[in-house]
């Protein structure tokens, strides 16, 4: 029982980096069903950009932070800089060349609203790289642990990093409501 109990935390961040995969490919997969190829693939990548510049945790990242830190030893810091920077130039060539594809889904639509409207919007990516940087501090000692009795950073700090997060959850949301209330977004997606 110790030896489970020692070997779960890479255990879990094995079956979540599984399953947000998953979860990315069935995203693809519907949307590429539902409309194209062309379609699924635009827009299942500015959905994940929304997931990286718009949620207060590193998981759209962690599907590139992951592997890179277990194949090469990269820091999962550096590697979320690097996600973050593909996550703006997907956002940037998307707002350019296929803007359309921002009206394909209800989160494509809220990643669009936030991007073009700087003032007052931006504050939820702000908080957002805010949240995301705090818990790649975790990720990466969660990596760098040999038995879950060596995760002091993460034991000592623990109630204060699910506090921060779920302060930036709360700030976050507020922001989506004001968003969804003051653009007067149609939701209506499918048509």
Not at 21 to 36: E, H, I, M, P, S
Not at 47 to 64: E, M, N, R
Not at 152 to 180: A, C, P, Q, R
Request: charged share 15%; proline share 3%; hydrophobic share 50%.
């Amino acid at each position: 029982m110790t030896k489970l109990k020692e070997s779960s935390p890479k255990h879990q961040v094995t079956y979540k980096f599984i399953l947000l995969c998953l979860l990315l490919v069935g995203y693809f997969a519907y949307l590429t069903w539902k409309y194209d190829v062309m379609t699924g693939g635009i827009a299942s990548l500015i959905t994940w950009s929304f997931f990286v510049l718009c949620t207060p945790i590193a998981d759209a990242g962690f599907l590139l932070d992951f592997p890179l830190r277990l194949l090469f030893g990269i820091r999962m810091v550096f590697s979320e800089i690097a996600v973050w920077g593909i996550a703006i130039l997907i956002n940037v060539f998307a707002l350019l060349y296929f803007n359309e594809y921002y009206n394909t889904t209800l989160l494509t639509k809220l990643i669009y609203a936030i991007l073009t409207t700087p003032y007052p919007y931006w504050v939820v990516i702000l908080l957002s790289c805010t949240g995301t940087f705090l818990s790649i501090r975790f990720g990466d000692e969660l990596m760098d642990v040999v038995s879950h009795r060596d995760r002091d950073f993460f034991h000592k700090h623990n109630f204060k990093h699910e506090m921060i997060l779920l302060l930036f959850f709360v700030l976050v949301i507020i922001g989506y409501y004001e968003i969804t209330i003051n653009l007067d977004l149609n939701f209506d997606v499918g048509h």
